[in-house]
């Protein structure tokens, strides 16, 4: 069974390349463009990881966060954080944000998906040991 990834990312060249690479790696990915959509598909189906850029138009990333672990709190420890400076995540933010895996761009597509299959491999020993 493939693992499912939504991907919230603004810019779309950005977007596709990171999708292709999850798509690559294994991963059925499905893409948002604004919180507007990403809010939309996470209520239509369940994903077992979501990739989320802190800066969006109109909501920055981590009040989308703090709304979505709210909403589906199942995802909690399943967000991967993505900015272009490394001080995005402040020392301010509460801790649960603070540890989220936060990829600074640039950042290879190995790195990305090593970082996604970190969170989903919890779900494939259960599997494994029938849990």
């Known amino acids: 069974m493939k693992h ?6 603004d810019e779309p060249a950005v977007r596709k390349a990171l999708e292709r ?23 239509e189906r369940r994903f077992d990881a979501v990739v989320l850029d802190l800066y969006l138009p109109n909501m920055l990333g981590d009040a989308f966060y ?7 709190p199942y ?8 900015a272009g400076a490394p001080w995005s995540v402040t020392e301010e933010w509460p801790e649960e944000i603070r540890e989220c895996p936060m990829l600074v761009k640039p950042f290879t597509l190995d790195i990305l998906a090593r970082t996604v299959a970190s969170l989903v491999a919890p779900d494939e020993r259960r599997q494994t040991n029938g849990l």
């Open 66 to 72: 703090f709304a979505v672990v709210r909403h589906w």
């Open 4 to 9: 499912r990834v939504l991907l919230l990312e």
């Open 75 to 82: 995802l909690r420890g399943r967000v991967i954080l993505m």
């Open 21 to 43: 690479a999850l798509g690559v790696a294994g991963y059925e990915v499905e893409s948002a463009g604004d919180p507007s959509s990403a809010y939309l598909l996470l209520s």
